[in-house]
T-cell receptor, first 117, second 113 residues
Framework: KAGVTQTPRYLIKTRGQQVTLSCSPI?????VSWYQQTPGQGLQFLFE???????NKGNFPGRFSGRQFSNSRSEMNVSTLELGDSALYLC????????????????FGSGTRLTVV | GNSVTQMEGPVTLSEEAFLTINCTYT??????LFWYVQYPGEGLQLLLK?????DKGSNKGFEATYRKETTSFHLEKGSVQVSDSAVYFC????????????FGKGTKLTVNP
């Protein structure tokens, strides 16, 4: 059974550019969440999607956005990149669509390492 | 808001030593509690979980008990192996609807042969 697939694994961008990261959840999983991991701030929640709807959003500026497609694949976009956006971006999926999805344990991908120069 | 505090690392142990990583939380209501592990270059893997007070989660020799009276969820293992070297994260999910996981800062464990 394939795991959560994130592409690309590594990315280098210049300040001011925009970037799109992709996440394919485990087949049958409908809930997808995104997290940012940095040495200083640790793991921080970005947003969560279910059935193409954003159900929850973390405390990030509007430059961070995402979406989910009908096949549950998700993308996140960061516009006008800043140096501080350099991080490991993790996607996680859950088989449950109700409000206890996290109790079933999200399965995380290996992440996309974004470096902004 | 909700938060998780775990002991600062790094933690260095010899093989077969006893491991404890402390985790305490602040939350309203009755959150579910988790330990995740991250190996170098990989994403997070769920190690164990507990969804209500006094529950004990266990997996691969690791254990943690949900203690509501002390708002704690300490991770323990009786005999660590070199392969346990990783970063361990304590986390909670809020009760009743939010799918957001709140993580601690992580504790890096190194086990030497």
């Amino acid at each position: 059974k394939a795991g959560v697939t994130q592409t690309p694994r590594y990315l280098i961008k210049t300040r001011g550019q925009q970037v799109t990261l992709s996440c394919s959840p485990i087949s049958g999983h409908r809930s997808v969440s995104w997290y940012q991991q940095t040495p200083g701030q640790g793991l921080q929640f970005l947003f969560e999607y279910f059935s193409e709807t954003q159900r929850n959003k973390g405390n990030f500026p509007g430059r961070f956005s995402g979406r989910q497609f009908s096949n549950s694949r998700s993308e996140m976009n960061v516009s006008t990149l800043e140096l501080g956006d350099s991080a490991l971006y993790l996607c996680a999926s859950s088989p449950r669509g109700d409000n206890r999805a996290s109790n079933y344990g999200y399965t995380f991908g290996s992440g996309t390492r974004l470096t902004v120069v | 808001g909700n938060s998780v505090t775990q002991m600062e690392g790094p933690v260095t142990l010899s093989e077969e030593a006893f491991l404890t990583i402390n985790c305490t939380y602040t939350a309203t209501g009755y959150p579910s509690l988790f330990w995740y592990v991250q190996y170098p270059g990989e994403g997070l893997q769920l190690l164990l979980k507990a969804t209500k007070a006094d529950d004990k989660g266990s997996n691969k020799g690791f254990e943690a008990t949900y203690r509501k009276e002390t708002t704690s969820f300490h991770l323990e293992k009786g005999s660590v192996q070199v392969s346990d070297s990783a970063v361990y994260f304590c986390a909670l999910s809020e009760q009743g609807g939010s799918e957001k996981l709140v993580f601690g800062k992580g504790t890096k464990l190194t086990v030497n042969p």
